[in-house]
């Protein structure tokens, strides 16, 4: 069974729904992860945002408007009265409860469940169109399958488990329409795997029913060598290994969740990156294959703080290093970048919502500096240590930009600088220009 998912905008009108079912309906059974519609979610976090800040009236503003924008929608994806209407039915009904959410008073539970019903909506429509078009299909809510345990990570026998139980249940259907992104927590809460979450939903079910592929269908032919927002000319890569692609998520490629990568490559599942636009280009295979001597791809990632911490002890004597990484252990805050000397250690985080507590404790061993507003730019491929020339190729294409670290040799598939942010697009130009033009 292959698993597929489509992203906001290859469900961002009716006419792309429309679109999106005549693609799904080939007669092979499989399950399909949606998004909400594009913009959607966005709105939903103003509406939250909005009831933070202690202001119903222009949180209903927005809900307002988003209602008006689903009843024109609905009326352009339906042809019969009956189907119409009982979509209509149950998405007043989800525009309510955000309603009475937004007179309520602010707490993440309600934030999170606000931003759960994007998803909640597309899905109905969607399964709602393919019962109108004579389809087998079957809504499974992913709130009754999809759960994170205590420290927020998927809990994958707990998905496998139930998600198993209900498609023998339900065993028959050509088609099973799930969401993507939204889940429980350990305590039974409405909770969601992050923005952009979908992709991980499609790969966690991926790997739960050891799927023949999973396919991560969006508004662009694969991975790009470059990132496209920000740099012209880049081309799609044919075929990833899974710890290239796993590096170019985690490193800022935004067409895959971060950590989407991660349960397919347990699995050993493969995953193909398709354009919903271009559903006959071939896209990119992500797999267990790994092509030598080929740099493949740069990626980058913003918002990244840089801390410097020079021992007060002259030498690094033992334990300071574990000293400093207890602190960040401490503060639940995970560390990106590492680089060491004699004296001291950079590191780079990208959650500064402990920095302050992380600095004092920090202070307590050596001298401490900070460096907002940096990022991280990763060349992905082949880099393995015996390999000659790729790095030194990679270092001479950012010779005119300041560059705060470099990380090399953690893995085979990755070198990693630290640049200031105002410096990411000269360095990302510089690098496909001298890497791949
Ligand atoms: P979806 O809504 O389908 O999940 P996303 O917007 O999350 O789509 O991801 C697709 C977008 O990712 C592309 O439109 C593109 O602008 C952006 N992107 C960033 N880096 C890359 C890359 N290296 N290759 C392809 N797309 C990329
Ligand atoms: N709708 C969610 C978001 O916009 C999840 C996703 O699209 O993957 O982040
Ligand atoms: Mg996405």
């Known amino acids: 069974m292959k698993i597929l998912k489509f992203g906001g905008t290859s469900v961002g009108s009716p006419a792309r729904m429309k679109e999106v079912c005549k693609l799904i309906t080939d007669g092979e059974q499989k399950v399909v992860v949606l998004s909400a519609m594009s913009g959607t979610t966005n709105s939903l976090v103003e509406i939250a945002d909005y009831i933070k800040k202690g202001n119903p009236e222009a949180a209903n503003n927005v809900v307002n408007k988003l209602r008006r924008l689903y009843s024109a929608h609905l009326v352009e994806l339906f042809s019969t009265g009956k189907m119409l209407d009982e979509t209509r039915k149950l998405v007043n009904g989800i525009f309510m409860h955000i309603h009475d959410l937004a007179m309520g008073a602010y707490t993440e539970s309600v934030e999170k469940e606000i931003l759960a019903q994007g998803e909640l909506i597309s899905t109905n429509m969607v399964t709602n169109y393919l019962k109108e078009c004579g389809i087998k299909v079957y809504l499974i809510p992913a709130l009754d399958f999809m759960r994170t345990d205590a420290n927020a990570e998927p809990d994958l026998p707990f998905i496998k488990q139930a998600l198993n139980n209900i498609l023998t249940e339900h065993a028959g259907y050509d088609i099973y329409i799930t969401q993507g ?43 790009h060598n470059n990132d496209p927002r920000f740099v012209d000319g880049t081309t799609p890569v044919r075929q990833l290994n899974f710890e290239e692609a796993a590096e170019l998520a985690y490193f800022g490629a ?15 599942v493969p995953v193909r990156l398709l354009n919903t636009m271009e559903p006959s280009a071939p896209g990119t295979l992500i797999n267990n294959e790994m ?4 740099i493949k791809a740069v990626a980058a990632k913003d918002n990244i703080t840089a801390i410097k911490i020079v021992s007060s002890r002259m030498l690094l004597a033992t334990g300071f290093l574990r000293k400093v990484f207890e602190i960040f252990e401490q503060h639940r805050t995970p560390i990106d970048m590492v680089t060491t000397s004699e004296v001291g250690v950079s590191l780079s985080i990208d959650n500064t919502s402990h920095l302050a507590d992380i600095v004092e404790d920090l202070k307590k061993y050596g001298t401490v500096e900070v460096d907002e507003n940096m990022c991280i730019i990763c060349v992905v491929g082949d880099l393995a240590w015996g390999n000659i020339g790729f790095e030194s190729k990679v270092a001479e294409a950012l010779a005119a930009i300041p560059v705060r670290m470099i990380s090399y040799g953690g893995s085979n598939h990755n070198i990693s600088f630290l640049v200031r942010e105002q410096d990411k697009k000269a360095a990302l130009c510089e690098l496909s220009h001298k890497l791949f033009a």
């Open 291 to 294: 092509q030598w001597g080929t």
């Open 254 to 268: 935004k067409i895959l969740h971060p950590t989407c990568i991660q349960p397919a490559r347990y699995a050993g």
């Open 181 to 223: 992104f939204i889940c429980r927590n350990h305590l039974g809460e409405i909770d969601n795997l992050q923005r952009g979450g979908s992709d991980y939903t499609a790969c966690l079910i991926g790997a739960a029913r050891r799927a023949e592929e999973i396919q991560i269908w969006t508004d662009i032919d694969g991975m």
